[in-house]
Structures are given as structure tokens and as C-alpha cells.
């Protein structure tokens, strides 16, 4: 996720300066890029065009968000 795009490349840098990243950058899946008491998703599972997701969609992607979040563990800073 954020793999190769502006977003990607500006939260792993600070990922990797707090501590929560085994690495600065990410280019691809298998770059190395691991993270370290950390969990990034998506609020939307799929991309729509122009990363704008309508309330509809929204609301139609919400219960993998909630699943998700649900496999969290209790005491967990969300």
C-alpha cells in the first residue's frame, strides 16, 4: 500500500525516522520495506478512479475496514 506513489514515498521516510520502518523507501512488494509495530490500511478497499471514493462506495467497502479493525488487539492505539 502507498508502494511507488508521492503519499508512499513521504509516510515511509517517516515511518523509517520514528522507528517503524526497516527502511526509507518502498519501490515494489518485495523490496525489503518492513514495518515495525505498525499497521497501515486503506479507510477504502478498492481505488476508485481519481482515489476519490463517493459516500457509496465508501459505505460498500466499510465491513472490510471493520474486519480489519476487528482482528486488532484490544489495548491497541488505533
Excluded: W
Excluded at 31 to 50: E, F, H, M, T, Y
Amino acid at each position: 500500500m502507498f508502494t511507488g506513489d508521492g503519499s508512499g514515498a513521504f509516510l515511509y521516510r517517516v515511518l523509517h525516522q520514528t522507528g517503524f520502518a526497516s527502511q526509507p523507501a518502498s519501490v515494489s512488494r518485495d523490496d525489503g520495506l518492513r514495518l515495525i509495530d505498525c499497521r497501515i490500511n486503506n479507510s477504502v478497499k478498492c481505488v476508485p478512479p481519481q482515489n476519490k471514493p463517493l459516500p457509496a462506495e465508501i459505505a460498500n467497502c466499510n465491513r472490510y475496514l471493520a474486519a480489519d479493525l476487528a482482528q486488532v488487539a484490544d489495548g491497541t492505539v488505533l
